[in-house]
């Protein structure tokens, strides 16, 4: 039986949206609560992927900032390791197992430090190596096995490309020699061809190293590509997961469905398909169970109510323009020699045709 590095046991996380106390009690308003991550459970085995799909909001990023402990969690238990968390990132040695790369690779880097400095930081925090000569030669090897040269450790972040500032994040996110890394949307911020440069050099990575990442991102094909196994979250829960390829060929829950008819699809051209009606609810206030509606096709919605929908309005048939209806009886004669003008050689029978025309229409012939 393998491993299991990350456990998670029904964690939740709230968060106190409310307004300050004065403001509540002027106004007489309750405490307001939003749950980001609501019973999450999942268990992540050495050396494999789980990755985490859904929509902005529905906890992803919450989960990812629980796992590595920067969130604690308002109910459940985390276990890193089959320790809890609290208690294995007061030790150093099974802290420095796990690290994070975020999804800004710019914003996660000091603008004033060289990459040199960047990439020993762990190493120095976790006393790894002593002597600076161990140290250089450790960063010019981390540099080296993301793709990067030794030298390029004298340069400041902002001297290289978006794709290089990542390749920083990720050889900083080695330098503690971690087991576990949490990858919150790591190419989100990238171009597409840059995007499979680093996640072919996280798959190499994983391979040679035995790494377990928890994949965080919102692009179902790089998903597809990244995970072992598949998490698909839904206003703070995982409504399913399982195994990632088995997820993408036989989806079960609604939502997982929908996400995978949103794919563009050269087969599906020429071919209609039924748009997706409704919204998400607000995750401030969520439906009682959670399950996903099913939105109603377009010709099943119900009609709004004539008598009292505000915007109602009798609907007319065949409506002429404003001038038109105006002109009422010669509005449409007007209407019928205009359409026989545009004939070939048509003339009229007689001058005093267009005297029986109202004065808007004779000004247009």
Same mark, same amino acid.
């Given at each position: 039986?393998?491993?299991?590095?990350?456990?998670?046991?029904?964690?939740?996380?709230?968060?106190?949206?409310?307004?300050?106390?004065?403001? %509540? @009690?002027?106004?007489? /308003?309750?405490?307001?609560? =939003?749950?980001?991550? *609501?019973?999450?459970? #999942?268990?992540? $085995?050495?050396?494999?992927?789980?990755?985490?799909?859904?929509?902005?909001?529905?906890?992803?990023?919450?989960?990812?900032?629980?796992?590595?402990?920067?969130?604690?969690?308002?109910?459940?238990?985390?276990?890193?390791?089959?320790?809890?968390?609290?208690?294995?990132?007061?030790?150093?040695?099974?802290?420095?197992?796990?690290?994070?790369?975020?999804?800004?690779?710019?914003?996660?880097?000091?603008?004033?430090?060289?990459?040199?400095?960047?990439?020993?930081?762990?190493?120095?925090?976790?006393?790894?190596?002593?002597?600076?000569?161990?140290?250089?030669? %450790? @960063?010019?090897?981390? /540099?080296?096995?993301?793709? =990067?040269?030794?030298? *390029?450790?004298?340069? #400041?972040?902002? $001297?290289?490309?978006?794709?290089?500032?990542?390749?920083?994040?990720?050889?900083?996110?080695?330098?503690?020699?971690?087991?576990?890394?949490?990858?919150?949307?790591?190419?989100?911020?990238?171009?597409?061809?840059?995007?499979?440069?680093?996640?072919?050099?996280?798959?190499?990575?994983?391979?040679?190293?035995?790494?377990?990442?928890?994949?965080?991102?919102?692009?179902?094909?790089?998903?597809?590509?990244?995970?072992?196994?598949?998490?698909?979250?839904?206003?703070?829960?995982?409504?399913?997961?399982?195994?990632?390829?088995?997820?993408?060929?036989?989806? %079960?829950?609604?939502?997982?469905?929908?996400?995978?008819?949103?794919?563009?699809?050269?087969?599906?051209?020429?071919?209609?398909?039924?748009?997706?009606?409704?919204?998400?609810?607000?995750?401030?206030?969520?439906?009682?169970?959670?399950?996903?509606?099913?939105?109603?096709?377009?010709?099943?919605?119900?009609?709004?109510?004539?008598?009292?929908?505000?915007?109602?309005?009798?609907?007319?048939?065949?409506?002429?323009?404003?001038?038109?209806?105006?002109?009422?009886?010669?509005?449409?004669?007007?209407?019928?020699?205009?359409?026989?003008?545009?004939?070939?050689?048509?003339?009229?029978?007689?001058?005093?045709?267009?005297?029986?025309?109202?004065?808007?229409?004779?000004?247009?012939?």
């Amino acid at each position: 039986m393998a491993e299991t590095v990350l456990e998670a046991a029904n964690v939740t996380r709230d968060f106190d949206i409310s307004r300050p106390l004065l403001q %509540r @009690v002027l106004s007489g /308003l309750p405490r307001q609560t =939003l749950r980001a991550v *609501d019973d999450v459970s #999942f268990a992540i $085995e050495r050396g494999t992927t789980l990755s985490l799909v859904g929509e902005s909001g529905c906890g992803k990023s919450t989960i990812a900032r629980l796992a590595v402990g920067l969130y604690r969690p308002s109910t459940g238990d985390i276990r890193f390791e089959g320790q809890p968390l609290s208690a294995a990132r007061a030790q150093a040695s099974l802290r420095r197992k796990m690290n994070m790369i975020f999804q800004d690779p710019y914003a996660s880097l000091n603008p004033r430090w060289r990459v040199r400095d960047i990439v020993a930081e762990p190493i120095r925090a976790f006393n790894i190596l002593t002597t600076q000569k161990d140290i250089t030669d %450790r @960063v010019g090897q981390l /540099l080296t096995g993301v793709g =990067l040269a030794p030298a *390029d450790g004298e340069k #400041f972040p902002h $001297e290289f490309s978006g794709g290089q500032r990542q390749r920083i994040s990720i050889a900083r996110a080695l330098s503690s020699e971690p087991d576990f890394l949490v990858c919150d949307e790591p190419t989100s911020a990238l171009d597409v061809s840059v995007q499979a440069q680093i996640l072919n050099l996280m798959r190499d990575l994983q391979q040679r190293l035995g790494l377990t990442y928890l994949f965080i991102s919102h692009n179902l094909a790089v998903v597809r590509h990244m995970s072992d196994r598949l998490g698909v979250m839904y206003l703070g829960r995982i409504v399913e997961l399982g195994h990632g390829e088995t997820l993408f060929r036989a989806a %079960r829950h609604p939502y997982m469905r929908l996400l995978l008819e949103a794919i563009p699809d050269l087969a599906m051209v020429g071919k209609s398909r039924t748009p997706v009606g409704g919204e998400v609810p607000s995750p401030i206030n969520p439906p009682p169970r959670l399950p996903l509606p099913p939105p109603l096709p377009p010709r099943q919605r119900p009609l709004p109510n004539r008598k009292t929908h505000p915007h109602h309005h009798r609907p007319h048939r065949n409506r002429l323009p404003r001038h038109q209806r105006r002109a009422g009886v010669e509005g449409k004669q007007a209407l019928l020699f205009l359409e026989k003008k545009k004939q070939k050689n048509f003339t009229p029978a007689a001058r005093s045709t267009p005297d029986l025309l109202p004065r808007h229409c004779k000004e247009s012939l």
